[in-house]
């Protein structure tokens, strides 16, 4: 049974054979080598090239001192950078073909664009085929893995013939070529582009047809990468043509996009070394809204400042009061302008319809709901006292005269309450709710409205809630924690047989009484769960859980959600911390939507990798690829720790 939201299109990253990786390992030391001695043999060269021009520099008004660190910063910090990541990769997975490769890339690949290597080739003629050569092996090299990328496989597979041979053709072209930077020839050019061209084209294509979830990735971080260093360098390029900066501001700014270059290998090391690769799209989406935000507000303030310099321009401290007055409006309007793009951006790009911005503000305390009474007593029930408040409601506990039994006392928050939709949904929801009889499900005896206050009355549990227990013990054992994943399990299956999802699953909500677990909150989240405001202001703090499907604000939102939520509850019994973690929650939304769940085995190693295999399961995106039930799950869960 495969896991579906895992990678399944993707190939595994072939491992060399024993001989052939010595080799390898060797053939990268040679390379390597050749790069560093190449590299330190034409500083003298370099340097000897600069004090020639520091006439120049005088005329510009700028000291050789000054300049010399200057250019040789400049010169040695994209190669430097480049080796640094293909010696980190090649120390982490060397033994893989297509990381090899991608480190060798990145050792020659700068050597074409760092000035001194260029001007030793070109002035000395013993050293020029060699210098050369490496810079052509670069080049033929980055063509090369533009097609092999991320997988070491050529997508399409019918190019390997003709990308090795335009490969092979760049590096015969660029060795015995003059490379100095004044004489790159139109051929040389073409070459080289016309390699570029086809390699992104064919990561388009691998995109689209071939890579799996994982590869889709790594390709996302060589693409943001690129697109950084390009759009500094464009930028940096505008604001030098149209005279916007002077000449210190055009060397600051030609020394940032030298230091934008060093995206490029440090995009390839993450991807390459799959660090954190799904923290990408949260990125994405930042730079998207930020992106957009800088733009807009920095017209805004454009056009708002020539408008009131206009208007103030007869007045002594005209400019002044135009300045103060546009930056007064641009403070205005930036949040307002951040918070509609970002839900532009979550809904169009993400298909995100919570809004959870509210979320990364900080939450004031909740408000007691005790003072609305002038005694301690609520209808029937008396001696209430206040035993805990979320975001939704408070609860009391409280003593039945009726019945002579302690009782614990939900009353929604006055917000809530003050909401005629949900007034209505809610004394529907509460009827069916109260005919919910099961041992692991929490006995509803009473509802109503006291005073305008909304309440339910349920049996009171003595015991500590999941949450509490395991922050108190940590992580559970698979045989220990099965009881009350059996229990919760029941629990869900029993309501979803009568057409009532929980859509809040999650450790709080689960009471320990003794041996016997108890699943609280039945109904409520399903009551807020409409399209108000209300609704997803009490959503908050329940993230950690949430199924796509939820995020989605799908139509059709049935037990499967509450198969998710469960399953990541099981996650965190099992290995004692969440599958996706994030201060922010925008984060954890897109992790829930796109981020394949993360394998237990790793952070809990005695767990059996078929229990393993079933959480990941019961967490797939496609509800149509999870268990059916939470029961199949559990049974699974069972079978996989071999109880009888």
């Known amino acids: ?165 335009w490969a092979a053709l760049a590096v015969v072209v660029l060795t015995f070529s003059d490379l100095s930077t004044s004489q790159v020839s139109l051929p040389i050019v073409l070459v080289i582009l016309i390699g570029y061209g086809t390699g992104v084209f064919a990561q388009f294509y691998r995109y689209r047809r071939v890579s799996g979830l994982v590869e889709r990735q790594q390709t996302k971080w060589i693409v943001l990468g690129l697109m950084a260093t390009i759009t500094v360098i464009l930028f940096g390029f505008a ?170 006392i939900k009353i929604l928050s006055a917000a809530l309450a003050a909401d005629p939709e949900l007034r209505k949904r809610f004394e529907r929801e509460a009827k069916i709710v109260s005919n919910l009889k099961h041992p692991n499900i929490v006995e509803i005896i009473d509802f109503g409205e006291e005073a305008g206050t909304l309440y339910m009355v349920m049996e009171y549990i003595a015991g500590e809630n999941l949450s509490d227990y395991l922050r108190a013990n940590g992580r559970l054992p698979l045989d220990k924690a099965l009881p009350i994943i059996k229990g919760v399990a029941d629990a869900l299956d029993y309501a979803h047989q009568r057409g009532l999802v929980h859509r809040d699953v999650k450790p709080s909500n689960v009471m320990l009484d003794g041996a016997r677990p108890v699943l609280m909150d039945f109904g409520i989240a399903k009551i807020v769960s409409g399209n108000t405001r209300l ?40 290995t004692g911390e969440l599958p996706f973690k994030h201060a922010n929650p925008g984060a954890i939304l897109i992790a829930h939507m796109t981020q394949p769940a993360p394998d237990p085995c790793e952070v809990a190693p005695d767990l059996p990798l078929a229990a393993a295999h079933s959480i990941r399961r019961a967490m797939a995106k496609n509800p149509d690829e999870r268990f059916a039930t939470a029961g199949e799950f559990t049974t699974a869960l069972w079978e996989d720790a071999n109880i009888q």
């Open 239 to 408: 604001l030098f043509r149209i005279g916007a900066i002077g000449l210190f501001g055009g060397l600051v700014l030609f020394l940032v996009a030298v230091g934008s270059l060093l995206l490029i290998p440090l995009s390839i090391g993450i991807s390459i070394l799959r660090y954190r690769l799904f923290e990408i799209d949260f990125l994405i989406n930042r730079t998207l809204v930020y992106g957009a935000l800088t733009g807009l507000l920095l017209a805004f303030f454009g056009v708002n400042l020539f408008v009131i310099s206009q208007v103030f321009q007869n007045f002594v401290g005209g400019p002044l009061v135009a300045v103060a007055v546009s930056a007064l409006a641009f403070g205005v309007v930036f949040q307002p302008a951040r918070r509609n793009l970002q839900r532009f951006v979550d809904q169009r790009f993400y298909n995100i319809h919570i809004d959870y911005q509210k979320a990364e503000s900080p939450v004031p305390a909740p408000i007691s709901i005790a003072r609305v009474f002038t005694q301690a007593r609520l209808g029937a029930y008396t001696g209430l006292e206040l035993i805990g408040r979320g975001g939704m409601a408070e609860v009391y506990k409280s003593t039945h005269l009726n019945l002579n039994r302690s009782v614990a």
């Open 1 to 165: 049974m495969a896991i579906m939201n895992s990678d399944s299109r993707s190939q595994t990253h072939a491992g060399l054979p024993q001989p052939r990786l010595i080799v390898a390992r060797m053939v990268w030391a040679v390379v390597a080598g050749l790069a560093l001695t190449i590299f330190a043999l034409s500083q003298p060269t370099f340097i000897d090239r600069v004090r020639s021009i520091h006439l120049d520099l005088a005329e510009l008004g700028l000291s050789l001192d000054f300049a010399l660190p200057y250019f040789l910063i400049l010169n040695a910090a994209p190669l430097l950078t480049f080796s640094l990541v293909a010696g980190v990769i090649f120390w982490r997975k060397s033994d893989e073909w297509i990381a090899l490769l991608t480190s060798l890339t990145l050792l020659t690949f700068p050597l074409f664009a760092t000035p001194s290597v260029s001007i030793f080739a070109s002035e000395q003629r013993a050293w020029m085929l060699l210098a050369n050569g490496m810079s052509g092996l670069g080049q033929g090299l980055f063509i090369l893995l533009l097609y092999l990328f991320p997988n070491g496989q050529f997508a399409p597979r019918w190019a390997r013939v003709p990308v090795i041979g």
């Open 535 to 574: 609704t997803r202001t009490a959503m908050l703090g329940t993230f950690d859980y949430i199924a796509p499907e939820q995020i989605q604000a799908s139509e059709n939102v049935g037990g499967g959600a509450d198969v998710y939520a469960f399953g990541v509850m099981v996650y965190q019994m099992l």
